[in-house]
């Protein structure tokens, strides 16, 4: 199993691109999320999916969008771009059946936007 | 104010040390306590959980609850270098889907 994979490792954008993160795991979880990481700060929840079809906001979902059109995919898609969003992303992934079950982060991507 | 706060640190120790890494939290619905570790540009690995209050050990490793104070702490006994890491405390509510973790302590185990 690849567990969840994070594709571009590396970005830099302008101020004002789109583009979108890609998140793909294979462990056929349902629980699927966004982070964003900055100093100081942690770890702090942009939006989250249950199941295909289903997306929620978390702390910080503003300036970002998602979808969830299969289980394995959980793309972040950010329509215009701002210094503030100058962080690493990280996905994760977890099964929901049972009482708790380990959340499993993929590698990060490193955003910086001019 | 913050739902979890943790002490930045950095933490220095020499090897064989013991450590303390500690988390207080606001919201009294948390019941899922976690622990992270999280090396330099890498993504977080769980280290452990507890649910609800108490302790939980798993080998060099011991977590604590103390709901009555929303204090968590993670024990690290005899230290090793490859223990330098960034730790991060993370909760839930039992039947949240949501997860608010502290910023992190970064801790050097020095040989």
Known sequence: ?114 | QKEVEQDPGPLSVPEGAIVSLNCTYSNSAFQYFMWYRQYSRKGPELLMYTYSSGNKEDGRFTAQVDKSSKYISLFIRDSQPSDSATYLCAMSARTGNQFYFGTGTSLTVIP
């Open chain 1, 1 to 114: 199993n690849a567990g969840v994979t994070q594709t571009p490792k590396f970005q830099v954008l302008k101020t004002g691109q789109s583009m979108t993160l890609q998140c793909a795991q294979d462990m056929n979880h349902e629980y699927m999320s966004w982070y964003r990481q900055d100093p100081g700060m942690g770890l702090r929840l942009i939006h989250y999916s249950v199941g295909a079809g289903i997306t929620d906001q978390g702390e910080v979902p503003n300036g970002y969008n998602v979808s969830r059109s299969t289980t394995e995919d959980f793309p972040l898609r950010l329509l215009s771009a701002a210094p503030s969003q100058t962080s690493v992303y990280f996905c994760a992934s977890r099964d929901l059946a049972g009482d708790y079950n380990e959340q499993f982060f993929g590698p990060g991507t490193r955003l910086t936007v001019l």
